[in-house]
Nanobody
């Protein structure tokens, strides 16, 4: 059974930075496409960034140039480095994994429990 555990969330001022981590256990991490989603209160869960098993990445327009997704297969961990944070980035951030190619929809096989990111103005 694959388990995903996010960490690194917190409270930060606008313009600041955070790095989220998602540690995976079980399964074959190197074969997974990994993704970050986020969900603000009362909103749908939205795509943020994804990385496939080859290391290719894709970002939502709202975070392009500010966020970077990366993975360390040896540590079975995916990261989301977030810079120039804005109040509208406030949300619960979820890590997800799927076998096969990436998706920007919610079509992922495994999900973490989420980590809260709050950006104050």
């Amino acid at each position: 059974q694959v388990q995903l555990v996010e960490s690194g969330g917190g409270l930060v001022q606008a313009g600041g930075s955070l790095r989220l981590s998602c540690a995976a256990s079980g399964g074959t991490f190197s074969s997974f496409s990994m993704c970050w989603f986020r969900q603000a209160p009362g909103e749908e869960r939205d795509f943020v960034a994804t990385i496939n098993r080859s290391g290719s990445t894709y970002y939502a327009d709202s975070v392009k140039g500010r966020f970077t997704i990366s993975r360390d297969n040896a540590k079975t961990t995916v990261y989301l480095s977030m810079n120039s944070l804005k109040p509208e980035d406030t949300a619960v951030y979820y890590c997800a994994a799927r076998n096969g190619g990436w998706r920007t929809t919610l079509d992922y096989d495994y999900w973490g429990q989420g980590t809260q990111v709050t950006v104050s103005s």
